[in-house]
């Protein structure tokens, strides 16, 4: 007989939404047991417990705003008649739903490795003796199951194998989870001291969906889907509206925030200041420059400052003015300094426009014979592009 | 160009020998297409002014280059280029061996390390000795290496 089902789903709304779904006999019949409420309480209660050191770690000097626990809360939305299917959300208040999402994420890789026996993740939010502590309460969800009975735990809503709690699967777990050896210092994973990383970052994407309510959206990257929020900066809302579409057709976009990076790979855009779009010519500098708005901080040898746009959209506006004058296309490279140089050189003499990451033009030029190079600046456009056409007409 | 004004720091020594060549490690942001940046030859921000080569009579190219990919592999080496100690003196600079230098516990520093000195100088200056030492590295061309084998490899795969 297939066991009737309950399931509980996270927020819809979330860009990645999740579920639990609990099996076994208990549920039969459209039934919510009373004592099956306790494993939802459990499971609010560890992301809240997190989404609050989360909230402390950023207000290190303030006390915790007497309305955040109630408003960090789950919520049935639906059981379906029938089936016992239950539909699970955590309210999305927007004043604290980005801490609640941060512990949410981290609860929930914690319960995958957990049951994949995979090294746990970190918790950085979290003070190392907290940890332990953390994860012993979160050993407790699906302490109610019997024989018989599970909980199937989506971390994404697009999975199509969740963990798989059991009363067999719990032991496993619970040997990852909880310190059997008290003689030895709880302690995250090797390396994990550089897992969770913040700093003034750009990446490129397509934006793929904006949530006004809580000022949300999501960007499809080469790193994978990076969600982002613009609580601090909802100025930008409309342009992430203006550029929102499907992966495949929206346009090439640059947002630029404090993100926050897991395991060195960007994770989520914490407040976002910048959204601009990218648009270079379809050409092979155009491509060369698309390439470089996309270098992230370091690429020099660990380091190099992101290229500016200034700098990007001032050596798209030279070159195609050099490419209109007919004259020879210039090598292009981005400097370390978050510039672009745009360089003609033959072994008889170099000849160059460097932009700076502020915008202020470098021009100069060396013939071979000549001891010293001539150098200019100048922050008009039009004479760094005289410049550049006359030299090599 | 500047009066020379020479530092030498504790177990640094200038080089002399005019026709040792110091190799230099060309990395894919330093090339568009075939073309050298004259970059490639002067300091990044994080050389502080001196820019990282390596001593030929200590280092084989081949081995300079396998060491830069395997310890920086975000930027991998492309290709070796050279420059000769005389022409760094012919254009009033100079290069130092500080392959002897005692390092910090946490340091790392590639075989036979020795640096062309831009300390002092004003952008414009930089501009033409880095100009003046690509002339040179170009018309001597690149020094015949190979990719960087990776572990268990028995031969390099071109990047895709």
């Given at each position: 007989?297939?066991?009737?089902?309950?399931?509980?789903?996270?927020?819809?709304?979330?860009?990645?939404?999740k579920?639990?779904?609990?099996?076994?006999?208990?549920?039969?019949?459209?039934?919510?047991?009373?004592?099956?409420?306790?494993?939802?309480e459990?499971?609010?209660?560890?992301?809240?417990?997190?989404?609050?050191?989360?909230?402390?770690?950023?207000?290190?000097?303030?006390?915790?705003?007497?309305?955040?626990?109630?408003?960090?809360?789950?919520?049935?939305?639906?059981?379906?008649?029938?089936?016992?299917?239950?539909?699970?959300?955590?309210?999305?208040?927007?004043?604290?739903?980005?801490?609640?999402?941060?512990?949410?994420?981290?609860?929930?890789a914690?319960?995958?490795?957990?049951?994949?026996?995979?090294?746990?993740?970190?918790?950085?939010?979290?003070?190392?003796?907290?940890?332990?502590?953390?994860?012993?309460?979160?050993?407790?969800?699906?302490?109610?199951?019997?024989?018989?009975?599970?909980?199937?735990?989506?971390?994404?809503?697009?999975?199509?194998?969740?963990?798989?709690?059991?009363?067999?699967?719990?032991?496993?777990?619970?040997?990852?989870?909880?310190?059997?050896?008290?003689?030895?210092?709880?302690?995250?994973p090797?390396?994990?001291a550089?897992?969770?990383?913040?700093?003034?970052?750009s990446?490129?994407?397509?934006?793929?969906?904006?949530?006004?309510?809580?000022?949300?959206?999501?960007i499809?990257?080469?790193?994978?889907?990076?969600?982002?929020?613009?609580?601090?900066?909802?100025?930008?809302?409309?342009?992430?509206?203006?550029?929102?579409?499907?992966?495949?057709?929206?346009?090439?976009?640059r947002?630029?925030?404090?993100?926050?990076?897991?395991?060195?790979?960007?994770?989520?855009?914490?407040?976002?200041?910048?959204?601009?779009?990218?648009?270079?010519?379809?050409?092979a500098?155009?491509?060369?420059?698309?390439?470089?708005?996309q270098?992230?901080?370091?690429?020099?040898?660990?380091?190099?400052?992101?290229?500016?746009?200034?700098?990007?959209?001032?050596?798209?506006?030279?070159?195609?003015?050099?490419?209109?004058?007919?004259?020879?296309?210039?090598?292009?490279?981005?400097?370390?300094?978050?510039?672009v140089?745009?360089?003609?050189?033959?072994?008889?003499?170099?000849?160059?426009?460097?932009?700076?990451?502020?915008?202020?033009?470098?021009?100069?030029?060396?013939?071979r014979?000549?001891?010293?190079?001539v150098?200019?600046e100048?922050?008009?456009?039009?004479?760094?592009?005289?410049?550049a056409?006359?030299?090599?007409? | 160009?500047?009066?020379?004004?020479?530092?030498?720091?504790?177990?640094?020594?200038?080089?002399s020998?005019?026709?040792?060549?110091?190799?230099?490690?060309?990395?894919?942001?330093?090339?568009?297409?075939?073309?050298?940046?004259?970059?490639?030859f002067?300091?990044?921000?994080?050389?502080?002014?001196?820019?990282?080569?390596?001593?030929?009579?200590?280092?084989?190219?081949?081995?300079?280059?396998?060491?830069?990919?395997?310890?920086?592999?975000?930027?991998?080496?492309?290709?070796?280029?050279?420059?000769?100690?005389?022409?760094?003196?012919?254009?009033?600079?100079?290069?130092?061996?500080d392959?002897?230098?005692?390092?910090?516990?946490?340091?790392?520093?590639?075989?036979?390390?020795?640096?062309?000195?831009?300390r002092?100088?004003?952008?414009?200056?930089r501009?033409?000795?880095?100009?003046?030492?690509?002339?040179?590295?170009?018309?001597?061309?690149e020094?015949?290496?190979?990719?960087?084998?990776?572990?268990?490899?028995?031969?390099?795969?071109?990047?895709?």
């Amino acid at each position: 007989m297939t066991a009737p089902t309950i399931r509980f789903m996270d927020d819809q709304r979330r860009p990645s939404g999740k579920r639990i779904r609990l099996t076994g006999e208990r549920f039969k019949a459209g039934r919510l047991p009373v004592d099956s409420l306790i494993e939802l309480e459990r499971y609010q209660e560890v992301v809240r417990k997190l989404a609050e050191y989360e909230w402390r770690r950023d207000h290190p000097d303030e006390q915790l705003p007497a309305d955040f626990r109630a408003l960090v809360s789950l919520t049935i939305e639906r059981i379906d008649e029938g089936s016992a299917d239950v539909l699970l959300a955590f309210e999305q208040h927007a004043v604290y739903v980005q801490y609640q999402d941060e512990a949410q994420d981290a609860v929930d890789a914690t319960i995958a490795a957990a049951y994949a026996g995979a090294p746990l993740p970190p918790l950085p939010a979290l003070p190392p003796a907290a940890v332990a502590e953390f994860r012993e309460e979160l050993a407790d969800f699906g302490a109610t199951l019997r024989e018989a009975q599970s909980i199937e735990f989506y971390v994404n809503p697009d999975d199509t194998t969740p963990v798989l709690i059991t009363v067999e699967t719990r032991k496993q777990a619970l040997t990852e989870l909880i310190l059997t050896d008290f003689m030895i210092a709880p302690s995250d994973p090797v390396g994990s001291a550089d897992i969770i990383e913040r700093r003034e970052e750009s990446l490129i994407g397509r934006v793929t969906a904006v949530d006004a309510d809580s000022t949300k959206y999501e960007i499809a990257t080469a790193y994978g889907k990076v969600h982002g929020w613009y609580k601090e900066n909802t100025g930008v809302l409309e342009d992430l509206r203006s550029v929102l579409n499907s992966a495949e057709e929206g346009p090439l976009t640059r947002i630029t925030g404090e993100l926050r990076f897991k395991n060195g790979d960007p994770h989520r855009f914490w407040q976002t200041t910048r959204v601009e779009r990218v648009e270079f010519e379809d050409t092979a500098w155009g491509a060369r420059l698309t390439d470089f708005a996309q270098l992230p901080t370091g690429w020099a040898e660990g380091t190099g400052a992101q290229i500016s746009f200034v700098s990007l959209d001032a050596a798209q506006q030279l070159l195609k003015a050099v490419e209109a004058a007919g004259n020879p296309l210039p090598g292009v490279f981005p400097t370390a300094e978050g510039g672009v140089l745009i360089e003609w050189a033959t072994t008889s003499g170099i000849h160059s426009v460097e932009i700076l990451e502020d915008g202020l033009f470098e021009l100069f030029s060396l013939q071979r014979a000549q001891g010293e190079g001539v150098h200019s600046e100048t922050r008009d456009i039009s004479e760094a592009i005289r410049f550049a056409t006359a030299a090599r007409a | 160009m500047t009066t020379v004004d020479l530092e030498l720091r504790e177990d640094e020594s200038l080089m002399s020998d005019a026709d040792e060549l110091i190799y230099r490690q060309i990395t894919a942001h330093m090339m568009d297409g075939n073309q050298i940046a004259t970059t490639a030859f002067g300091p990044m921000p994080a050389d502080r002014d001196m820019p990282s080569f390596s001593r030929s009579r200590l280092v084989e190219p081949q081995d300079a280059r396998d060491w830069h990919t395997r310890n920086l592999p975000r930027s991998p080496s492309l290709a070796v280029w050279a420059l000769a100690v005389g022409e760094v003196i012919e254009a009033e600079r100079y290069v130092i061996d500080d392959s002897a230098v005692t390092l910090d516990a946490n340091s790392k520093r590639a075989p036979g390390h020795c640096f062309v000195d831009y300390r002092g100088l004003s952008r414009p200056e930089r501009k033409t000795l880095r100009s003046q030492l690509w002339f040179r590295a170009v018309e001597r061309g690149e020094i015949p290496t190979n990719a960087t084998l990776g572990d268990g490899e028995m031969f390099a795969v071109a990047p895709s």
